[in-house]
């Protein structure tokens, strides 16, 4: 059965930093793409950023560029999500994924993933 857990959220407040993980289990994810999603209160879920399976390639939103830095550790069948500078707007829950790889373009899209962690909730005061 694959399992995915989100761990590291917490009460932040801005300017200050953020280290999300994602352990996968169940199954090795060879080839696939790993992503972060998040949901803020009334609002739809957004793409943050994504990751390949040699982290050749990185993709991320335009509003986390430069600030979040996603990574992976395929040993550990883990990924992260570094989050620097954290403003209040960055408030939500983040979620991971896991897809196959169907491409840069799809990379954002949350329908190239087939499986979702629980979420892990990052709440950022002014």
């Known amino acids: 059965q694959v399992q995915l857990v989100e761990s590291g959220g917490g009460l932040v407040q801005a300017g200050d930093s953020l280290r999300v993980s994602c352990a996968a289990s169940g199954r090795t994810f060879s080839g696939h793409v790993m992503g972060w999603f998040r949901q803020a209160p009334g609002k739809e879920r957004e793409f943050v950023a994504a990751?390949?399976?040699?982290?050749?390639?990185?993709d991320y939103a335009g509003s986390v560029k430069g600030r979040f830095t996603i990574s992976r550790d395929n040993a550990k069948n883990t990924m992260y999500l570094q989050m620097n500078s954290l403003k209040p707007e960055d408030t939500a829950v983040y979620y991971c994924?896991?897809?196959?790889?169907?491409?840069?373009?799809?990379?954002?899209?949350?329908?190239?993933?087939?499986?979702w962690g629980q979420g892990t909730q990052v709440t950022v005061s002014s």
């Open positions: 994924a896991v897809g196959p790889d169907r491409g840069i373009r799809i990379m954002p899209q949350a329908r190239g993933y087939d499986y």
């Open positions: 990751i390949s399976w040699s982290a050749g390639v990185t």
